[in-house]
């Protein structure tokens, strides 16, 4: 019997057990589909206070794993297939071995959007990417198109900029939601064109097996043309990942959980960190914060518990 598992290991799964450990509840992280987070497929983060020259994000969460392994935070490989939390102890069924926990903590995040396009899903690792930093180095001299008008967009677009012989952002409106520090920056950079108001309607090519090009459509003038492309990157959002809960926990129409106040979910005993409830802020800060507060609500459960 766990006194507290941890559903994510990026930020706010991390510093949830940091918090959980130290106060020696030597909790159980799942690591989950993309261990490390969000963090662990960026490059520079310049905006995590205490770093003024910056930190490569892998770097960083991995930072906060060694932190939490030094308390007693034990770390395993795996997804959650199935929570049954109407009961207690809550029990979760992690790759096909059932755990039992007192509290738990939910810091699964959330995971890219794609655009839903037939030949997308099939072209992922053949010139189709959402990660920049995983996959901008095979695009070196190469033709790059960036879909979106987020942060996301933004920063792929201009650090992609480092490989590509040119940049195209893609993006359905003519305006943004980027911060404007984000937007000038891809603004001016002479590498990045922009075509606004438009959006992809198809990829080419799925009978060579690559991305060679895609055929945009502007929503304005109804215009409809093809442009060479060898590396494809979308950029537009993520979706939480809370469908392993099957609606056990109440959930926002998008599937974000629904806070009650602190990081209180609607079923006493879990805790929600991160990403995977705060559809505004999704900053690492915002999230290692969460995780501390999940941490302290825990910690503070089991205590009045007699834990
Ligand atoms: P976002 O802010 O939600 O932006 C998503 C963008 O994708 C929007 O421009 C949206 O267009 C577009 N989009 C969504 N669905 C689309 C579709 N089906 N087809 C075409 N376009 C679509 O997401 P994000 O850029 O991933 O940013 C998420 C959060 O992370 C933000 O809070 C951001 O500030 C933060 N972030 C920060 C940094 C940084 O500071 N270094 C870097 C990355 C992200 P519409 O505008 O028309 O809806």
Redesign the pocket.
């Known amino acids: 019997m766990h006194n507290v598992i941890i559903i994510g290991s990026g930020c706010a799964g991390n510093t949830a057990a940091i918090y959980t450990a130290r106060a020696s509840l030597r909790p159980l992280v799942i690591g989950g589909l993309e261990p490390g987070g969000q963090l662990s497929i960026t490059s520079e983060v310049e905006?995590f206070p205490g770093f003024p020259e910056g930190v490569l994000g892998p770097q960083l969460v991995e930072n906060m794993k060694l932190q939490a392994e030094k308390f007693g935070a034990e770390f395993r490989h795996g997804t959650v297939d199935e929570a049954i939390l109407t009961e207690r102890p809550f029990r979760l069924k992690i790759d096909g071995a059932w755990v039992e926990t007192r509290t738990l903590i939910v810091a699964s995040g959330a995971s890219a959007?794609w655009?839903g396009l037939p030949n997308e899903q099939k072209l992922i690792g053949k010139g189709v990417s959402s990660c920049a930093t995983c996959d901008g180095f095979f695009y070196r001299e190469k033709e790059i198109m960036v879909?979106?008008?987020?942060?996301?967009?933004m920063?792929e677009a201009n650090f992609l900029t480092r490989f590509g012989k040119r940049v195209t952002l893609v993006?359905?409106?003519d305006q943004?939601?980027?911060?404007k520090i984000?937007l000038d920056r891809a603004v001016a950079n002479p590498k990045i064109d922009m075509i606004l108001n438009t959006?992809v309607d198809e990829i080419y090519d799925i009978t060579q097996g690559s991305v060679t090009g895609v055929r945009l459509r502007n929503l304005v003038s109804g215009e409809v043309y093809d442009r060479a492309v060898d590396g494809f990157f979308v950029?537009?959002?993520?979706i939480p990942n809370t469908k392993f809960l099957n609606n056990q926990i109440t959930l926002d129409e998008d599937g974000y959980i629904v806070s009650q106040g602190g990081a209180r979910t609607n079923i006493t005993g879990v805790f929600h960190a991160g990403d995977v409830q705060d559809r505004t802020?999704?900053?690492a800060i915002t999230a290692s914060g969460a995780g501390c507060m999940a941490a302290m609500e825990a910690e503070r459960f089991l205590e009045a518990e007699g834990h």
């Open positions: 905006n959007r655009l879909v979106g008008g987020g942060d996301s967009a920063e993006h359905r409106r943004f939601r980027a911060s984000m959006v950029a537009i959002g993520h802020y999704r900053q």
